[in-house]
Structures are given as C-alpha cells and as structure tokens.
C-alpha cells in the first residue's frame, strides 16, 4: 500500500514563508514526476510545480519566481518552498507522485495567507 503524507502547511501573513514536504511509503518504485496542486474553494485544482526524475521542473505562471519546487529520489521526498505568499495563494495543497502504472495523491495540507 503506498501512502504519500505531506506536512508544512499553516497560517502565515502575506509576503511570509511556507515548506510544503510530500514522503511517498510504501511499495512505490521508479516514481516518474512528482508535484504539489493547489485547490482554493470554488476552484478547480491547478498544477502549482512539478519536477521529473531528470530534475526538470514546470511552475504555474502565478507561482514562478516565488516557489521552488525539489526532490530527494533517495527519501522518495518532494519539498515545495514558497516565498512572498499572498492571499492568493491560500488553498489546499495536494502532493501528487506519478509512477510508470500508477498515479498518486496525497490527502493535502492547508496553506492560508493572511493578515
């Protein structure tokens, strides 16, 4: 059974700081790309970054420049750093590991940005 359990989600004020972390467990192997999305209410979920096992990376418009998006093969891990958050950036975040067969998601983390 795989598992991916994210962690770093929380409250935090506009321009602040958040580390998103996402650890795959279980029988996964050769994990393709992994990615953190995002969904807010109302909203569908949107890609915020990804990173294949090559180490290349794609980031949604509103998010580059401010996340940054890396991988530890080793520790089966995903971090998604992100800086100068604002409200817009209050969502769920939801790690996602794709093997060759497979797909997985995680249950999410809540970033909120406020005042």
């Known amino acids: 059974q795989v598992q991916l359990v994210e962690s770093g989600g929380g409250l935090v004020q506009p321009g602040g700081s958040l580390r998103l972390s996402c650890s795959a467990s279980?029988?996964?192997?050769?994990?393709?790309?992994m990615g953190w999305y995002r969904q807010a209410p109302g909203n569908q979920r949107e890609l915020v970054a990804r990173?294949?096992?090559?180490?290349?990376?794609n980031y949604a418009d509103s998010v580059k420049g401010r996340f940054t998006i890396r991988r530890d093969n080793a520790k089966k891990s995903a971090y998604l750093q992100m800086n100068s958050l604002n409200a817009a950036d209050t969502a769920g975040y939801y790690c996602?590991?794709?093997?060759?067969?497979?797909?997985?998601w995680g249950q999410g983390t809540q970033g909120t940005v406020s005042s």
């Open positions: 996602r590991v794709k093997t060759a067969r497979y797909l997985y």
């Open positions: 990173i294949n096992s090559g180490g290349d990376t």
């Open positions: 279980g029988s996964i192997f050769s994990i393709d790309t």
